[in-house]
């Protein structure tokens, strides 16, 4: 009995050590992608260096690849046992991550009333991906939508006005096809239009073209996708189509999109407001950024990524983690980070602050993003999220290659996807 | 138990227990794996006997992975061992450079995957990489070599055999190296021709090399997959998917444990088969001295 008592006595004592080292977490780690070109990684350090200053805490933020690397990463880490406190992942995931029994709500972490009116801060259109069962899961960090970069040297060249970005499709095929130059021996030395095809990036673009005949690709819960509606096949049909006098024939990669333009080698790319401030920097031609057009008149899909907050961290590291997202998404550094990047300000707070009330003055390609938040759907989130995004893309790769007719192959995607999400319904 | 036998024991203690913790344990732990279910969040895993690999047969893309592998192996190996002892060859004899030529042969080698992958990027580039430059100036067309289903995995294997020919020449060069002179001043004696000595001499007393770089070339058949990883995520409409960038994606994109450990046990038989037969039936031609 004496052995037991002496035993409870010297608990707290024990544990006196290992609370106080709790409640004030001093070190956090987080994972974050980078999808476009430019020296991110040197602001986020500098972000982090700040906090530092200003609370003594720790944050180390591991730069972890694209998208899909950084979800691939986060969840392997955190299935062994260690994993980052907090991600920005693809605001998309949501239903995976929830499925994946990953995150911790806001919620829970604890929202006092300053919590909960920076929750209502945000964009409403970016919280679409954030609530599920009466609790929120994610707050908007990067937020994009799909927008067209064009090169109006090469617009008045090819004697286009380049202050009239086409807005509709058919003026769409037009414009690339007259962009496209070929030289005497017939080869194409300046391409009208690029559209990323590759794994990881066709889904989204492939969201926007559904868009723009009205069709969105699943519904909200994520448990069906709408592959095979005609809607679906006629804007399937419509990317095909631009090949090959305004396209390349085939499909085009994401990362070399950027490269691309800069070359001359396009005259348009499909990108993300994401690639703003590198397309920027770097190009050597006046440039134009303009709404992606539709059937009838344009329409973009939202993308991007959303800070999500892991389960396993303890209390201490979740109100930290809670903390540092509060402070970064913070109307100052979100209109900081949205003028080094060209990403949407997570906040109209953000669009009231002296410093990108003055960008946007001097450079109004800068709100062009935010103009079309009204016209831009989600992009394709389901359960299984990653093998959905495979499923399509896979069907939507065929086509371009010629291997396949847009209708049955959004059919063979349809049926692989039903079989997928069969079991979440 | 007698003292010997003790001694021998605790001996082998430290090796028994690297490989049972690193290679026994791990191929067990994956076929127990491959006959459970996932674990996802609140479910957790339970037997479902051979319903992983019923559902493999039912996969399309798990086949064309298998047959990609099968047209990648049979591509590299042979090009990469017969470009290699070519190599070995040809800078094995004195000639001006010889020290340079080497080290450009061993050069790519020496590279990460990773890095000769993004080098080959460039390579590939439509329109204005290196290769669609070079066949510009001679009158040819555009190539999408890694976005045309045709091309994508050719292109591939191109890689893999620039970055293993090297390798596998320092091993014939060592080879080549070792052969006691004398051999040569015999058959210069008898009359034997330079192609004749190299059928009958050379290449027989490097065959024990041969088998050893044959079954390293039919392990990074399987094994090296990093160039996919950069340069197509195995596209277009996997083209390019090889069996183990299909485990990786199976395992850590879609995060479906049991199907991959499923796809695991696959490749672990098939390589389990090649390495009996390469030991079994060909270990037993080859002549060691």
Redesign the interface.
């Given at each position: 009995m004496l052995g037991r008592r002496a035993l409870l006595g010297a608990l707290p004592v024990l544990a006196a050590p290992a609370i106080v080292r709790a409640q004030t977490a001093q070190s956090l780690t987080f994972y974050y992608p980078i999808a476009v070109g430019g020296p991110l990684q040197a602001v986020m350090d500098g972000y982090c260096a700040d906090y530092k200053k200003e609370t003594g805490v720790t944050v180390n933020p591991v730069y972890a690849g694209n998208y899909?690397d950084a979800?691939?990463k986060a969840?392997?880490a955190i299935k062994a046992g260690q994993g980052p406190h907090f991600a920005v992942l693809l605001a998309a995931e949501m239903h995976s991550l929830?499925?994946?029994?990953?995150l911790v709500s806001l919620d829970e972490i604890g929202l006092d009333a300053d919590g909960k009116k920076w929750v209502d801060s945000f964009y409403p259109a970016f919280m679409a991906n954030s609530h599920v069962g009466g609790k929120t899961w994610s707050v908007p960090f990067q937020r994009s939508t799909l927008i067209a970069y064009y090169n109006k040297q090469a617009f008045s060249e090819a004697g286009l006005d380049p202050e009239a970005f086409p807005k509709d499709w058919a003026g769409m095929s037009k414009a690339a096809q007259t962009l496209t130059k070929q030289d005497g021996?017939?080869?194409?030395t300046r391409w009208g239009i690029k559209i990323a095809?590759?794994?990881?990036n066709a889904q989204w673009t492939f969201g926007a073209l559904a868009n723009q005949v009205g069709q969105k690709l699943m519904n909200e819960a994520g448990t069906e996708t709408y592959f095979d509606a005609p809607k679906t096949v006629e804007a399937l049909t419509y990317w095909r189509d631009l090949a090959p006098r305004g396209t390349?024939?085939?499909?085009?990669?994401w990362p070399?999109l950027s490269?691309?333009f800069l070359?001359g080698?396009t005259a348009i790319i499909w990108h993300t407001t994401g690639n703003l401030t590198n397309l920027r920097g770097k190009a050597k031609f006046p440039f134009g950024v303009a709404g992606v057009p539709g059937k009838d008149s344009p329409h973009t899909v939202v993308g991007g990524g959303n800070l999500y907050f892991f389960k396993h961290a303890s209390a201490a590291e979740r109100t930290a983690s809670l903390r540092f997202a509060q402070w970064i998404s913070a109307p100052e550094r979100a209109a900081d980070w949205s003028i080094k990047t060209g990403y949407i300000a997570s906040s109209p707070a953000a669009y009231d602050t002296p410093a990108l009330k003055q960008y946007v003055a001097g450079f109004p390609a800068a709100a062009v993003a935010r103009d079309f938040l009204p016209v831009a759907t989600g992009e394709l989130s389901t359960f299984?999220n990653?093998?959905i995004q495979?499923v399509l893309?896979?069907?939507i790769?065929?086509v371009?290659?010629g291997?396949k007719e847009p209708g049955p192959a959004l059919a063979d995607a349809q049926r692989e996807s039903t079989r997928v999400l069969r079991q979440f319904l | 138990m007698r003292r010997e036998t003790v001694h021998a024991w605790l001996l082998l203690t430290p090796a028994l227990a690297l490989l049972v913790a690193f290679t026994h344990w791990p191929a067990v732990a994956t076929l127990w794996d491959s006959l459970s279910s996932t674990p996802?969040?609140?479910r957790p895993a339970h037997w479902v006997g051979l319903a992983n690999f019923a559902a493999l047969m039912d996969d399309p893309?798990f086949f064309q992975a298998l047959w990609n592998n099968f047209i990648y192996a049979i591509a590299t190996i042979p090009v990469s061992v017969v470009l290699a002892l070519a190599m070995a060859l040809a800078v094995n004899r004195a000639i001006p450079g010889r020290a340079a030529l080497r080290m450009a042969f061993f050069l790519p080698t020496m590279l990460p995957m990773i890095a000769i992958a993004n080098i080959w990027l460039f390579f590939y580039?439509?329109?204005?990489g290196l290769l669609d430059q070079v066949l510009?100036a001679l009158?040819f067309?555009?190539h999408?070599w890694?976005?045309?289903?045709a091309l994508a995995l050719p292109s591939l294997i191109a890689v893999a055999v620039w970055k293993e020919a090297g390798f596998f020449m320092i091993f014939y060069l060592a080879a080549l190296q070792s052969l006691p002179p004398v051999l040569r001043e015999a058959g210069a004696l008898e009359g034997a021709s330079d192609w004749y000595y190299l059928r009958r001499v050379t290449l027989p007393l490097l065959m024990p090399t041969t088998l050893f770089v044959l079954v390293n070339a039919v392990v990074n058949a399987f094994r090296l997959v990093d160039h996919v990883v950069v340069m197509t995520?195995?596209?277009?409409?996997?083209a390019t998917n090889l069996l183990l960038y299909y485990i990786y994606?199976t395992g850590?994109?879609?995060?479906?444990t049991a199907t991959a450990a499923a796809l695991t046990v696959v490749l672990l038989v098939i390589l389990g088969a090649l390495a009996g037969f390469q030991f079994g039936v060909l270990g037993r031609r080859v002549y060691y001295r």
């Open positions: 899909g979800l691939t969840q392997t929830q499925d994946a029994d990953i021996s017939g080869r194409v095809g590759d794994l990881g390349p024939p085939g499909i085009s990669a070399v490269p691309d070359e080698n299984e990653q093998r495979k893309t896979d069907q790769q065929a371009l290659n291997q | 996802r969040g609140a893309v580039t439509p329109d204005y510009g009158g067309g555009r999408n890694l976005g045309d289903p995520h195995g596209g277009p409409d996997n994606e850590f994109r879609f995060m479906d």
